[in-house]
């Protein structure tokens, strides 16, 4: 059987942001909700949906209460969600979380948020902006291990297999001002690069030691009734700005991921989009045992003749990389619904590559909140008609 | 000696803005007000310089998404290509993709900038890409090389568009000709032969101060033949280390732009050592004018309200050095 498994999130559910607005749903948002139902036409979901319409159409801001409903029904959703549509990993699309980087940050002391930047101006010039931390001191968990208490709710509703994504130690560092670490190791070095390297590598050891270490532990350790987390996926997205002649930065990436697991037992994996070149991520993966599958960005830019399957995954053979290869089966940053037979055939493709179709998975490329969620749900169904295509091998040649 | 501050070039939206921009973004306000939001933040950011005492002023190119599309997107022969990281940085910007033959379009681009904003009593100043940072970004290109000389005829022209708007003060950004670190392509055989002939095409004629910016590389790594080119002055990024002892590096008769201010980090600039810095380059490279400003532009680096911090220090240090 082909494994599909999603990568982390998905569009927050119709109407929540709305409500958390102290605003009605539109009737754009409630046309969401039923095309999703349309697509999954399960009684589960209706179920959830009806108690979330009741709650957003109540007039005004949520009480405490409520807003904590709202995250619990929007999560328990996303996870019948993806279980309806077939998917055999599941998470609950992040519903916890307001995104990958400020859900651990708001959470870790010796950090002052900054205010907001700019990342990139989109295609239509509308900025795409995020509100970093500056280090001011010795990081620590304000309140514990970051994601316990989401993943033992997940635990408490998913029927399927849990796989919890964790944003990665050397992502959390890079993406945070290095602040006070910074003019410290300025005295030191010969240049300002230099002095910033170090200072990230600083910043990157102190994520992964004190706190992705504790906070992996714990996830890895919690069981309800019974039931555990099955994989434990570390996200690295800026692990992709390491260049392949750096080998100082591929060893600080290493080091941190062998950081962050050490004394935890669970499947490992990571997940990295972005990429021009993943030579340095298959280097790092071969070099850590632990590592039992990857989840890879490619069919975004995919030329339509395979080469962006073949350029992905060529590095993680050479590199001696014996994993999983969760392939990114398609593209997140468009409304463009890549049908089941091209999922299929890029699958299949890759199954050639590495001479077995046993490691080839099919994930998205990343994760999927940047869509509306009927276009979200349209592609992960294709995803998984594409699943029982290669299982029926009803698959045109790879090439050609 | 006199020392005067200024902004590096494109530079990052106020909180305020960036919020409104949002608004437009997810539909909650008509797309057609963007234009007067980012107006209102020109305005803001032009009075600050005012207040710093900036003669050189620029509206911050807000209505740029970054610092190449405006240009290109001008051009035939190429359209927009994939999103790329900016240097070693959390940004990125889309860059050039080539479809055919590179020609100019239009070498207008007074619909990107705020020049009416900009007091009759400053010098308007911008920042465009420089055509060896273009080339080398443009993606689909079998000879990058080749490409130096029509990018060139390109920015000449909307230099001279510029000019004619009254833009007194042109920079060109050429962050590649220093990196990658371990090799720059300013050391690739035939590179700096390129620059001259597309830097004297571009000034040739041209009646503005022109500076060529090196930043995001070490200044000690600059062949000293590139910094004869036939431009009024070069950006030194003196974040990046000082200027060393014994440098066969010269600016007899130039300007030197110290990018003495660290555009990628928050903390508060040690103006001692920007200052100490500054002298020391002034001594051994012999300019015949000083300018302040960051060593790379305040966007996708560093968070609007610590941006805004860095102009007052920019100014700060030009008092420094002056003094």
């Not at chain 1, 709650?55 to 405490?64: Q, R």
């Not at chain 1, 690295?236 to 991921?257: C, F, G, H």
């Not at chain 2, 620059?195 to 022109?210: E, F, N, S």
Request: hydrophobic share 40%.
């Amino acid at each position: 059987m082909t494994r599909t498994i999603e990568v982390g999130s998905l569009p927050k559910l119709p109407g929540r942001a709305s409500k958390l607005a102290g605003k009605p749903i539109t009737p754009a948002e409630e046309e969401q909700l039923n095309e999703v139902l349309r697509l999954v036409p399960a009684q589960r979901l209706k179920l959830l949906v009806k108690e979330h319409l009741a709650l957003v159409s109540k007039p005004g801001k949520p009480d405490a209460s409520e807003r904590q409903r709202l995250v619990e029904l929007n999560s328990a959703f996303n996870i019948a969600l993806l279980e309806e549509i077939g998917l055999d990993d599941v998470y609950d699309g992040e519903a916890h979380r307001s995104e990958m980087y400020a859900g651990i940050a708001t959470q870790v002391s010796g950090l002052k948020q900054l205010s907001w930047q700019v990342s990139f101006m989109n295609a239509d010039g509308d900025p795409n902006i995020f509100r970093p931390y500056m280090y001011e001191g010795k990081l620590g968990l304000r309140n514990g291990p970051v994601h316990d208490n989401e993943l033992r709710y997940v635990l408490s509703k998913a029927q399927k297999a849990v796989k919890i994504c964790v944003t990665g130690a050397y992502t959390m560092g890079t993406w945070t001002d290095p602040g006070v670490l910074l003019p410290r190791y300025r005295k030191e070095r010969p240049t300002w690069t230099d002095a910033w390297q170090e200072a990230q590598a600083h910043l990157v050891d102190e994520f992964a030691t004190r706190i992705l270490n504790p906070t992996v532990k714990s996830v890895a350790g919690i069981q309800v009734g019974g039931k555990r987390a099955a994989r434990i996926q570390i996200d690295e997205p800026n692990a992709t700005k390491i260049r392949a002649d750096d080998e100082r930065a591929i060893e600080v990436l290493r080091k941190s991921i062998v950081s962050s697991i050490r004394g935890a037992k669970a499947e490992f994996g990571l997940h990295v989009c972005f990429s021009h070149d993943y030579a340095p991520i298959a280097k790092v993966c071969a070099a850590i045992p632990e590592i039992r599958f990857v989840t890879l960005e490619i069919a975004n830019g995919d030329p339509g003749d395979l080469s962006n399957y073949e350029k992905a995954l060529r590095p993680f053979m050479d590199a001696g990389y014996d994993g999983q290869l969760c392939i990114g089966a398609f593209a997140v940053h468009s409304n463009e619904i890549e049908s089941a037979e091209l999922i299929a055939k890029r699958a299949s493709y890759a199954a050639e590559l590495v001479g077995n179709s046993s490691r080839i998975e099919l994930a998205p490329d990343c994760g999927l909140r940047t869509r509306v969620l009927p276009v979200a749900v349209w592609k992960l169904q294709e995803m998984v008609r594409a699943a029982r295509l290669l299982d029926q091998r009803v698959v045109l040649p790879a090439k050609g | 000696m006199q020392a005067e501050g200024y902004i590096h070039g494109i530079t990052t939206h106020s909180d305020a803005a960036l919020r409104e921009e949002l608004d437009i973004k997810y539909g909650r306000v008509k797309r057609r007000e963007k234009k007067d939001v980012l107006g209102r933040d020109a305005d803001e950011l032009i009075a600050l310089q005012a207040k710093l005492g900036f003669k050189r002023v620029s509206d911050g190119q807000l209505l740029w998404p970054d610092l190449f599309r405006p240009a290109y997107l001008l051009m035939e022969g190429v359209t927009i290509g994939s999103q790329t990281r900016w240097f070693d940085t959390n940004g990125f910007a889309f860059t050039p993709l080539l479809d055919g033959k590179l020609s100019t379009r239009s070498a207008d681009l007074s619909p990107v900038l705020f020049r009416e904003k900009i007091p009759s009593s400053s010098v308007p100043k911008v920042t465009l890409p420089g055509p060896v940072t273009l080339a080398a970004h443009t993606e689909g290109a079998e000879d990058w090389q080749s490409l130096i000389p029509e990018y060139a005829q390109h920015i000449a022209l909307l230099s001279r568009e510029l000019r004619k708007h009254g833009y007194r003060h042109i920079e060109y950004a050429e962050p590649s000709l220093l990196l990658p670190h371990a090799a720059p392509l300013a050391h690739e055989e035939g590179v700096v032969e390129a620059c001259r002939a597309a830097y004297g095409h571009i000034v040739h004629g041209l009646d503005a101060t022109t500076i060529i910016q090196l930043f995001f590389g070490n200044p000690n790594s600059i062949p000293p033949a590139l910094l004869e080119l036939p431009v009024s002055g070069f950006l030194l990024d003196l974040v990046e280390a000082p200027i060393a002892d014994g440098t066969k590096l010269s600016l007899k008769g130039k300007i030197l732009v110290a990018g003495a201010i660290d555009s990628r980090s928050s903390v508060p600039e040690d103006l001692g050592l920007a200052e100490r810095r500054v002298q020391q380059a002034v001594k051994a490279l012999h300019p015949r004018e000083v300018h302040i400003t960051t060593n790379g532009p305040l966007f996708y680096t560093i968070s609007s309200e610590p941006s805004r911090e860095k102009l007052r220090e920019i100014a700060a240090l030009a008092a420094k050095v002056a003094a």
